[in-house]
């Protein structure tokens, strides 16, 4: 089991692991407040300005998964790999537009989540639950993924074994997460993501000089690429599609799957509980303009596919390619902290994700249909418990159910999560749609996003436009017929429902008149 | 129209017929790769303005 055991990284690797965990459990003690109230638990009490929020934001979007799976797709493949920079660039625009307007609101109204907010602005408790269930359906998975992101550095350390003993110590790391997020709740996570930021900072600033240097610069390492997949290309006779360039059939899906992503991202819980921690609207504008810095950071780990081949390293999975990197081309003490931050990586999306399931059952699935006398403790205690439940029901997926499907579902997280962009972010900005035809629009969206995912061999996240040769993310069609099918059924029967909200609760800072 | 300084980048990087070249090259990097990263900062400058201009 750990004959092969990599000892100096191993070591390194353990001794981070202890230090966040510490610091997990020493965050309840960090800007004390009452963490029996829901929002001082679920939202850190709304307390983390600009720069705490600028790390807990970073360290909650780019993933573990993310620093695994985005250069394994770019070794796979090339080129395609990087629609990730597009999205990047789509997101920060879109959070400075809209989110400081849902900040605004969700404070004066005292809402803790997307679906909260639904529900005071349309009054509809269906569409509410619409909201809720999508977030709770995209994010387990996602969750999912972030210990398949845990488990590959933990065998790349030189861990092996059989049955579950291969599970040990993933088991053992998640557990420790689930305890601390119980006890401290976003605190715990805001002060890991602070370790985790900067120990991701420096392996990749390191890495991004230390290894083009080694393989001869940036010029050999895309010369070296470009001749694998060229190989690659002939061996397949021309059918496969692999390069330092999109090929023109590729050049939509980049492009659709770009935009589709950048609309789903702010529309999981766990960005939503990111964001709605702020202390203020302006913190969230400060970091539209700052979070940008995630994105370089992220461009040369999708680099790291290129540098792997330049590297001579031949893998049959492409997501071992990173770590066999480290492996090859740091001193093993130097791999073990770039494994213990991808590892600790992990760790911060997933509580963050655990917290915004937990928040949105408690107050979204809960509250209204089981029990509306809900004391504020009460509240609390449950959302602490669903935090557990949801993660354990992540490790229960990675432990019994094959990879693919976390996968899978992943993959239609994305299209699930835009059916709520119009509900969520249209709303913010007008209610001429009412809630049924919003929740219409929702199910026909649902229904034709997973429909047209479905194929007999495997999920696909694209779809070739009526017979022609251009495919477009699925995740985008559905949402047309989404808005098409709400902006019809609005037209027939205008909204007449009561809204909580009026025309000033989204503006912070009201022109010419004192907040 | 302020709003339109904002669309600039989005634009030039979802469209990617822009800049789906190898040449020309920057410290190595194909253009695909320096003119998309060199997209990040400006979009975060582009933000920037905008948020000083709000005022």
């Not at chain 2, 302020?2 to 020309?24: G, Q």
Request: aromatic residues 14%; glycine residues 8%; hydrophobic residues 60%.
């Amino acid at each position: 089991m750990i004959d092969h055991l990599n000892w100096p990284a191993t070591l390194v690797f353990i001794g981070f692991f202890c230090l966040v965990t510490l610091l997990g459990f020493a965050a309840a003690r960090w800007r004390v407040g009452d963490l029996n109230d829901i929002a001082e638990w679920g939202l850190g009490g709304r307390r983390f300005g600009a720069v705490i929020s600028w790390f807990l934001i970073g360290g909650d979007l780019y993933t573990a998964y993310t620093v695994i799976a985005v250069p394994a797709v770019v070794y796979a493949i090339g080129a395609y790999g990087f629609f990730t920079l597009p999205y990047t660039i789509l997101i920060y625009p879109l959070l400075y537009l809209t989110f400081p307007r849902l900040w605004t609101v969700t404070h004066r109204k005292n809402y803790l989540t997307a679906a909260d907010y639904v529900f005071g602005r349309y009054g509809h408790r269906g569409l509410e639950l619409a909201v809720a269930a999508t977030g709770l359906l995209a994010t387990m998975p996602y969750i999912a993924l972030q210990l398949v992101g845990m488990e590959k550095v933990i065998q790349a350390l030189g861990f092996e074994g059989q049955g579950w003993l291969a599970h040990l110590p993933l088991s053992i790391a998640f557990v420790i997460l689930a305890l601390y997020t119980y006890t401290s709740g976003l605190r715990a996570t805001a002060m890991i993501a602070l370790v985790k930021d900067v120990m991701i900072y420096v392996f990749v600033i390191a890495a991004i000089i230390i290894i083009p240097a080694k393989l001869g610069g940036y010029a050999a390492v895309f010369d070296a690429a470009n001749a694998v997949f060229a190989k690659k290309v002939a061996a397949s006779g021309g059918t496969a599609a692999a390069g330092l360039l999109l090929t023109p059939q590729q050049m939509m899906p980049y492009a659709t799957l770009a935009i589709g992503s950048a609309m789903a991202l702010f529309m999981y819980p766990h960005a939503m509980t990111g964001l709605l921690s702020a202390s203020s609207a302006s913190a969230i504008r400060k970091n539209a303009i700052a979070l940008p810095a995630y994105s370089i950071l992220l461009c040369f780990i999708a680099l790291m596919g290129y540098m792997a081949h330049a590297a001579g390293i031949a893998v049959t999975n492409p997501q071992d390619a990173v770590p066999q990197l480290f492996l090859k081309m740091f001193p093993s003490w130097f791999a073990g902290f770039c494994f213990a931050a991808i590892a600790i990586g992990a760790l911060v999306p997933a509580a963050v994700m655990s917290i915004g399931a937990a928040n949105t059952f408690t107050r979204n699935v809960w509250k209204p249909f089981i029990n509306p006398a809900i004391s504020p403790h009460e509240e609390a205690a449950l959302a602490k418990l669903m935090s557990l439940v949801v993660k354990l029901g992540a490790l229960a997926v990675i432990l019994f159910m094959p990879t693919k499907f976390a996968l899978d579902l992943q993959l239609l997280g994305g299209v699930w999560m835009i059916q709520i962009f119009p509900a969520v972010i249209i709303g913010l900005f007008t209610r001429w749609f009412s809630g049924w035809s919003l929740l219409t629009g929702w199910a026909a969206g649902m229904i034709l996003g997973t429909w047209l995912a479905w194929a007999p061999a495997a999920w696909t996240p694209l779809h070739k436009l009526f017979g022609t040769d251009i495919a477009v993310y699925n995740g985008l069609i559905a949402l047309a017929a989404n808005v098409v099918i709400a902006a019809v059924l609005s037209a027939i029967l205008p909204n007449s429902a009561p809204d909580e909200t009026a025309a000033a609760d989204y503006e912070d800072a009201p022109l010419g008149t004192a907040a | 129209m302020k709003f339109l300084l904002l669309l600039i980048p989005c634009v030039l990087s979802a469209v990617p017929l822009f800049y789906n070249l190898i040449e020309p090259r920057l410290f190595g990097f194909p253009f695909f790769y320096w003119f998309q990263i060199l997209l990040i900062p400006v979009s975060s400058l582009t933000i920037y303005i905008f948020h000083k201009a709000r005022r």
